[in-house]
């Protein structure tokens, strides 16, 4: 059995960006960050251009518009800090540290900020996130990931992120007071389980975004704002009246 990439896998035209919802300020450890590093040197190392952004190092504004300062706010980094890196992005992941068995507040804050450019458009016409693959990263010292990945997840999707199988991974250590991924002695970094859906998801995303970069993203058929607002239905039943009960 080799170890060999294949040599269809070229990823050398795709970007990614991972960006953590960790509460900690640069240089302070951030444990997620370093299962996201796990993700990110794999791509590196096929090729893939990624970025990496802690959302708490950079001045946003909480909201759901695209520039908050138009909206009360005193000053708003979004626009010129973290939102050039995610409309390049092929890929875009996202995560965080797991508080109470939820997502942290800088998580949510991201996502709804993800969500405050939903109804921009790309190219084809299409909301702007069309075409992009979305993954999710956490890590805690309580159970949790699952609940907090549906929750990153279904947000992703819902706004039009396309979800390869398996796009999430995370670590948590025993319930209770205990090491976090990091800290000597965690086991996090040697987790098998850990390790093998960490490589699970980087490649099932990077497949994704190839095989939607090749196709040229969501066909633009039955899915364009504009066109629906013009009248076109894309073959939606509006009159269904004139159907006969089954006897």
Not at 18 to 43: R, V, W, Y
Not at 73 to 87: C, E, N, Q, R
Request: charged share 20%; hydrophobic share 35%.
């Amino acid at each position: 059995m080799t170890d060999a990439i294949p040599p269809h896998a070229d990823f050398s035209d795709l970007k990614a960006v991972f960006i953590n919802g960790t509460l900690k300020h640069s240089p302070e450890l951030s444990h997620t960050q370093g299962l996201m590093d796990k993700s990110i040197d794999l791509m590196r190392k096929l090729g893939v251009t990624v970025d990496a952004i802690r959302l708490v190092d950079h001045d946003i504004a909480p909201g759901v518009y695209p520039d908050m300062t138009q909206h009360g706010a005193a000053s708003d980094a979004w626009l010129t800090d973290v939102w050039p890196f995610i409309k390049e992005a092929h890929i875009v992941v996202i995560g965080g540290p797991i508080w109470l068995g939820d997502n942290s507040s800088v998580t949510r804050h991201l996502i709804e900020r993800l969500y405050a450019m939903s109804g921009e458009t790309n190219a084809n016409g299409q909301y702007v996130y069309y075409g992009k693959t979305g993954g999710a990263v956490f890590t805690g010292n309580e159970d949790g990931i699952k609940h907090a990945a549906m929750a990153a997840l279904y947000s992703l999707q819902h706004i039009g992120f396309v979800i390869p199988p398996g796009a999430d991974c995370g670590w948590i250590g025993e319930a209770g007071p205990g090491p976090s991924y990091l800290d000597p002695g965690s086991g996090g970094p040697e987790n098998d389980f850990t390790n093998r859906n960490t490589t699970f998801m980087t490649w099932n995303l990077l497949h994704m975004a190839r095989m939607l970069k090749d196709a040229g993203g969501i066909p633009a058929t039955g899915n364009v704002r504009a066109q629906w607002d013009a009248g076109k239905r894309f073959g939606f039943d509006e009159n269904p009246e004139y159907r006969q009960p089954h006897s």
